[in-house]
């Protein structure tokens, strides 16, 4: 049954008959009365029955029936091709000790080989490496970006070994959420980089979660879609891989750890995706060589004991892994991605920022208002820092003009002692030179004295 759904109030159009005016007002309430179905060939007729609305006073909305076809059942397809047409962008952490086999997985999880530069287990640090590649499958084009933690797990501290993939997961979601508050913004056309899905590889010890684990999958739980997966599952027995799945959600589940759980709301795969939570962490097995098994090849990794191939589930869970985060709920991580982790950074940032939904007597807030009363926070918080720092500044020159006349009641003192000094010293040496002064005239009067006593001689002078 068709039915659109118009804005209470709204008159329907009258349906125009042949028949005389005297019966129109009862034809109206025939019609009025009757439910509108359709057809095998899309067309509505009357169908005879209680009126169905599932509006209400409430949504202010009430179902109507339609005479004919619209093509507004299009919209699917309209979308399915711009869909098509745009491509579609997909975004995989890859978070692992080295050596555990991510980029092989990667490389065999799409069928081809990514350009990736081995890794040294000496880095001083976690380094994130991003790289985008276009792919394309029949006429669906797929942008993906593999993002790989490389050192991670490698460092003889790693008290912080998740900080740099938390701060990078955070960046994303700041770039995305600074192109949404841009005035003129171009989401269209923005290259989407937030983390759909971020693969935790877990190392096939057999026996627990490391430390390191727990702590960086509680960590991301909350920024991120976790899958956690068994890598290099073929290196340990059926029986031990069994308890280790079972050893690894019960130590999620003390934890507090939240992955990822495949959708079940939707009635065409709840079934499957109810099935497969029960296989999580996936035991995994990647490789890009081609063994011949009878008449045909296989991806498989080949050992002198035997063959473990790659898309055999009797072999391991890949097959199961691709067809959960691939062919089935792709879709499903990116909305969880934007719907859940992003919404809830958005929050967050948001109420860092000063935004709210309800004002103090709550009230709903617009943006405007939101905004007016963050600016006049905002002025008032700039007042009080401008008299704080008047109030700062005054005492700051108080203090100053007190040191600068304690200097300069230093100096005055220094000055007069040194005047002082200057007057006594000046005084000492006029009373020298005045006393050398006395001596001179006393030297010079004896010698006057006793040149005349010598002239008075006169067998002195005789000899002369």
Not at 330 to 335: C, G, H, S, V, Y
Request: hydrophobic share 30%; with cysteine.
């Amino acid at each position: 049954m068709e039915s659109v759904t118009a804005t209470e109030g709204v008159a329907l159009e009258q349906v125009g008959t042949e028949e005389t005016s005297s019966h129109n007002e009862e034809k109206d309430a025939e019609l009025a009365e009757m439910t509108m179905t359709q057809d095998g060939e899309g067309y509505a007729h009357r169908d005879n029955g209680p009126p169905q609305q599932n509006g209400g006073p409430e949504d202010g909305t009430r179902d109507l029936s339609l005479t004919g076809q619209v093509g507004f059942d299009s919209l699917p397809d309209q979308l399915v091709n711009k869909s098509v047409t745009k491509g579609f962008a997909f975004n995989i952490l890859c978070v692992g000790e080295t050596g555990l086999g991510k980029s092989t997985l990667m490389d065999t999880l799409f069928n081809t080989r990514f350009e990736n530069a081995p890794a040294s287990h000496d880095l001083p640090g976690v380094n994130l490496a991003s790289t985008t590649y276009e792919l394309q499958e029949s006429n669906v084009k797929l942008k993906l970006t593999v993002v790989n933690t490389v050192g991670f797990g490698d460092q003889i501290n790693k008290e912080e070994s998740y900080k740099p993939i938390v701060d990078y997961i955070d960046q994303e979601f700041e770039n995305y959420l600074q192109e949404e508050l841009k005035i003129k913004r171009s989401i269209q056309d923005y290259h989407d980089t937030r983390i759909h899905s971020c693969l935790y590889f877990i190392s096939p010890t057999g026996h627990s979660l490391k430390s390191l684990d727990l702590v960086t999958m509680k960590k991301l739980d909350s920024k991120v879609n976790i899958i956690p997966v068994i890598a290099k599952a073929d290196t340990i027995s059926k029986s031990e891989l069994h308890k280790f799945k079972i050893k690894i959600m019960s130590e999620l589940v003390a934890n507090g750890v939240q992955i990822y759980q495949f959708p079940t709301d939707d009635e065409t795969v709840s079934e499957l995706n109810s099935t497969m939570n029960g296989h999580l962490p996936f035991a995994v097995v990647g490789s890009t060589e081609e063994v011949k098994m009878g008449n045909k090849l296989v991806r498989a990794r080949q050992y002198p004991w035997g063959v473990v191939q790659v898309e055999n589930e009797n072999h391991c869970d890949f097959v199961k892994l691709r067809e959960m985060m691939v062919r089935t709920n792709m879709e499903d991580l990116i909305e969880q991605t934007h719907g859940s982790h992003y919404e809830l950074y958005r929050r967050c940032k948001l109420e860092e920022m000063g935004f709210v939904d309800n004002s103090p007597d709550n009230k709903p807030l617009s943006l405007q208002e939101t905004y007016a009363v963050k600016r006049k926070e905002h002025q008032s918080s700039l007042q009080k820092k401008e008299d704080e720092m008047r109030q700062l500044f005054v005492l700051k020159v108080k203090d100053k003009e007190g040191q600068l006349k304690t200097m300069e009641k230093e100096l005055h003192e220094k000055f007069d002692k040194l005047k002082k000094d200057h007057a006594e010293e000046k005084k000492r040496l006029d009373d020298e030179r005045r006393r050398l002064d006395e001596e001179v005239d006393s030297f010079n009067q004896r010698k006057k004295q006793f040149n005349e006593e010598m002239a008075t001689l006169p067998g002195k002078n005789k000899k002369k």
